[in-house]
């Protein structure tokens, strides 16, 4: 970055200090903190969180423990609710009231995958969810089995599969939640011919034009498929109809050139259309980490196992200022999540992945956020 500098590039930084995560894989703040204390940066913080409402912000700022000045969205009257549900008893406890969360919040009439229910890491109290999601019989997304692949092809399989759901545009369908808004054909197509030329397959007839007329005849067909429908056919489709194979292999980003063996791996694994746009998988709750859940969004986000040495974790001589300012930001990101309600499940006991018993007391984090009015439930 600073070679560019130093010969004339111009550059742009986009990042946030307070979501920085996993420091031991190399992110860290200190990068943005050079650059913006370098002469000729210009800072230009944004300060209205779209997402959540002004009680939700708040409360994720007293567990940031840091002044920002973040606020709602113009017009956005509802300030968002904390919600606390006490359990008494171990981390089974906890899974327990967060699956009797969730499924309330489903008969309220929250569509599934609008609802998250997130964990630090593996351990105990993932297995515990797990478990009592299965017993519920409630259906539920680990996202592990059936996700797509990262890289520029991949993208383009999604964005493709967005527009088959979408149909032409503008339309009346609705954005499938979590996925990016359709894309119109020339967009695709210009994107495509891009793809081509990057990797040398592009020859004379091959204007962004005659690209789109392919794809419309593609992805503007009817009938048009459902959310649901599984992605496999769709996909192999697209494959053979746009020879991606050949783009695969010829592209100059090694990602693109598993992408396509990787989209057909979560296919395998049930992989469904909506999925395969980027979205979330229809009527199934949400279950993952707090790294994972970075950059989305959900109307209602759970997060269960709010005891003491448990979240924030710490070993017999208790958190480092580092260890805690990491995991400060590890758990700002997941409670900032939450668009409409974020449900704390709290305790004072819990059994580590050593078999090995704590009472401690209810998670400091727990205390910055119920520090201020919230609606409490007990249990």
Same mark, same amino acid.
């Given at each position: 970055?600073?070679?560019?500098?130093?010969?004339?590039?111009?550059?742009?930084?986009?990042?946030?200090?307070?979501?920085?995560?996993?420091?031991?894989?190399?992110?860290?703040?200190?990068?943005?903190?050079?650059?913006?204390?370098?002469?000729?940066? =210009?800072?230009?913080?944004?300060?209205?969180?779209?997402?959540?409402?002004?009680?939700? @912000?708040?409360?994720?700022?007293?567990?940031?423990?840091?002044?920002? $000045?973040?606020?709602?969205?113009?017009?956005?009257?509802?300030?968002? @609710?904390?919600?606390?549900?006490?359990?008494?008893?171990?981390?089974?406890?906890?899974?327990?009231?967060?699956?009797?969360?969730?499924?309330?919040?489903?008969?309220?009439?929250?569509?599934?995958?609008?609802?998250?229910?997130?964990?630090?890491?593996?351990?105990?109290?993932?297995?515990?969810?797990?478990?009592?999601?299965?017993?519920?019989?409630?259906?539920?997304?680990?996202?592990?089995?059936?996700?797509?692949?990262?890289?520029?092809?991949?993208?383009?399989?999604?964005?493709?599969?967005?527009?088959?759901?979408?149909?032409?545009?503008?339309?009346?369908?609705?954005?499938?939640?979590?996925?990016? $808004?359709?894309?119109?054909?020339?967009?695709?197509?210009?994107?495509?011919?891009?793809?081509?030329?990057?990797?040398?397959?592009?020859?004379?007839?091959?204007?962004?034009?005659?690209?789109?007329?392919?794809?419309?005849?593609?992805?503007?067909?009817?009938?048009?498929?459902?959310?649901?429908?599984?992605?496999?056919?769709?996909?192999?489709?697209?494959?053979?109809?746009?020879?991606?194979?050949?783009?695969?292999?010829?592209?100059?980003?090694?990602?693109? /050139?598993?992408?396509?063996?990787?989209?057909?791996?979560?296919? =395998?694994?049930?992989?469904?259309?909506?999925?395969?746009?980027?979205?979330?998988?229809?009527?199934?709750?949400?279950?993952?980490?707090?790294?994972?859940?970075?950059?989305?969004?959900?109307? @209602?986000?759970?997060?269960?196992?709010?005891?003491?040495? /448990? @979240?924030?974790?710490?070993?017999?001589?208790?958190?480092?200022?580092?260890?805690?300012?990491?995991?400060?930001?590890?758990?700002?990101?997941?409670?900032?999540?939450?668009?409409?309600?974020?449900?704390?499940?709290?305790?004072?006991?819990?059994?580590?992945?050593?078999?090995?018993?704590?009472?401690?007391?209810?998670?400091?984090?727990?205390?910055?956020?119920?520090?201020?009015?919230?609606?409490?439930?007990?249990?």
């Amino acid at each position: 970055m600073l070679r560019l500098l130093g010969a004339g590039v111009q550059v742009t930084a986009v990042g946030d200090a307070d979501q920085t995560m996993f420091g031991f894989q190399g992110a860290n703040s200190r990068y943005l903190d050079h650059l913006e204390q370098r002469e000729g940066f =210009v800072t230009l913080p944004l300060s209205v969180n779209w997402r959540s409402g002004s009680a939700l @912000i708040a409360a994720g700022l007293r567990v940031l423990g840091t002044a920002r $000045s973040y606020h709602a969205a113009p017009g956005r009257e509802e300030p968002g @609710i904390v919600t606390d549900v006490r359990a008494d008893g171990d981390l089974n406890v906890h899974a327990a009231l967060a699956v009797a969360a969730a499924r309330e919040r489903v008969h309220r009439g929250t569509l599934p995958e609008e609802i998250a229910l997130l964990y630090p890491n593996q351990g105990p109290l993932l297995d515990a969810l797990k478990a009592e999601m299965d017993d519920a019989q409630l259906p539920y997304d680990a996202e592990k089995a059936r996700k797509i692949p990262p890289g520029p092809l991949a993208d383009f399989i999604s964005d493709c599969t967005g527009r088959r759901l979408a149909g032409p545009l503008p339309g009346t369908s609705a954005p499938l939640p979590g996925a990016r $808004s359709a894309r119109t054909v020339m967009a695709l197509a210009t994107a495509w011919h891009r793809r081509r030329v990057d990797a040398g397959l592009a020859i004379e007839a091959d204007t962004p034009r005659r690209l789109a007329r392919v794809l419309a005849d593609l992805l503007d067909t009817t009938p048009r498929p459902q959310t649901t429908d599984p992605a496999d056919g769709f996909l192999d489709e697209l494959v053979a109809a746009l020879e991606l194979e050949r783009l695969a292999q010829a592209s100059p980003d090694v990602r693109d /050139h598993s992408a396509i063996s990787g989209c057909r791996d979560a296919a =395998v694994g049930g992989l469904t259309l909506a999925e395969l746009a980027g979205g979330r998988a229809p009527g199934r709750i949400v279950l993952t980490t707090y790294h994972s859940a970075k950059g989305r969004e959900f109307d @209602i986000v759970v997060l269960p196992g709010l005891v003491d040495k /448990h @979240i924030p974790y710490y070993g017999w001589s208790g958190p480092s200022e580092r260890e805690l300012r990491i995991q400060r930001r590890n758990f700002y990101v997941a409670f900032t999540r939450a668009r409409h309600e974020a449900v704390l499940i709290t305790g004072s006991r819990h059994t580590d992945r050593w078999g090995e018993p704590h009472d401690t007391r209810r998670s400091r984090f727990a205390d910055d956020i119920l520090g201020s009015t919230h609606e409490s439930a007990g249990w």
